[in-house]
């Protein structure tokens, strides 16, 4: 997802300079195709083996390379540097209890610990720089319990099996990605947002009730962090601790539908998108796609290739008010779908799914977030930048964010249209590098206690120590 609205994530220029300045650190980092062999790996394997099973200890080739990769290669830039890390063993436990005994143990013969959801993130998060143990938690899975407005599970539990859980308690998540598969943990440490976003905010506002952290320390004893305390454990990579179970906001569940339309012109499509986001009650999700993306979509009769896409994930009540905001801008109701398919149709299209689709479409193409009202306005200046450029955007109340690709021509040429981009006041999130890049003061000053050894997903953190 795009820029913070709350101005935490560094800026791109800020976080090139910082890369630039710790070029040391990034080149401590594997290169491409290096294969570590972190010493005591071999006794490390044999000990977990006996604390948790064999079958738990996994060592075969193709496993060792799967935990390896996520989804940077949807950067061109990233996917230059890649691989960049191999795993060399990979640890599946089942329950959050065995995580503790696995952290210690790792703490104890220094071995370098990632910890992994699904692997989706696009960053390159996921990837274990450094070698050494990479932690699948996707066998803890469990959902521990559930309240009035709250969910507790393990950090590998999906995010759709949360929302389903919810659902039979007439409860329903304050947010889930587009990636709707993906685990609790992982998007905590990884994602932004998503479906539920527009009138939540991120998953670090307030979304995250507690969470229960392993700190790679001689103990390696779980504590609990509850409502603000718990930011530097969010989107900060695993680099403050191992996330072993969560809980995260409900709301009372609403009855969804998906209203499809399509616009002729980038103002009327636009006007309609904000008009849309201040609706009352609040829609789930809005975005707004160019017909370059919308005809790389799986073909649909609610999406018409030649025109804009307006999409709208709104309560069913609310529905005479969605359709008149659509025609009083001069659109096209295409469709109003019911749940489950008209809200699960838009939420698959919404923040980097558009990218995904164009990627699979078409070679060529980079991304980036990005944020601001400017982009409501007259796209031409920005459109300029980058040759190719086509739009997504995603209404928030906090401001309109979204995802810019274009073609790819090399890396100095995404940084100069970086900087363009800014000098026209459009936010951008540069998704091209693999650092943690929000709340860095608050990360560094936990992973002071949490990781003193730099043993938790080494190499993603600048300047820590
Ligand atoms: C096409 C596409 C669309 C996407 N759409 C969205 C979107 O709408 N919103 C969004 O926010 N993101 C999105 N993402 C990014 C990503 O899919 C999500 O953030 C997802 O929820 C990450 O979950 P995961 O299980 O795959 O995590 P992983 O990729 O496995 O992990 C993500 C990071 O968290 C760390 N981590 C994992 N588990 C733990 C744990 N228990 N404790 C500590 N650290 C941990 C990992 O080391 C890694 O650094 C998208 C990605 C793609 C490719």
Redesign the pocket.
Known sequence: ?AVDPKGTTLSAAELRRMTELVADDAMSVAGPGTTHRTPGIEEFCTEAAALLGEDTVVREDSALDKASR??AH?SPILAAKLPAGRAEVVLRPSSYEQIQPLVALAHRLRIPL?????????YG??IPLHGGAVLD?TGCGRILGAGDGWIRAE?GAK?SDLEAHARTLGQELWMF???FG??L???L??????TGSLANGTNGDGFVRDLTVVPCTAEAEPFTVRGEEALPYIHA??TT????TATVALQPARVWTGLFASFDTWTSATAALSDLVRLEPAPRLVSLDEPGLVETFEADPALDPATLSVRAIIEEQAGDDARAIIEKHGGRVTEVRPAPRGPALISSL????P??HLMKAKEGYFHLEIGGDVLLGDPAAVKAVFPGTVLHLEGMRSGTVGMLMAHYQDEATVYEGIAALEALGVGVHDVHNWYVDRRLDLVRAAVRTADPLGLL?PG?LLGAR
């Open positions: 997802m996520d989804w949807m990632t910890p992994r959801g699904k692997g989706t993130g696009n998060q996921a938690l950090a995010m990605p587009s990636t993906t685990s943990g992982g998007f440490s990884g994602g932004n947002g998503g990579y695993g601790g191992i996330t072993t919404s923040f980097n799914h990218t995904y997903n993603h």
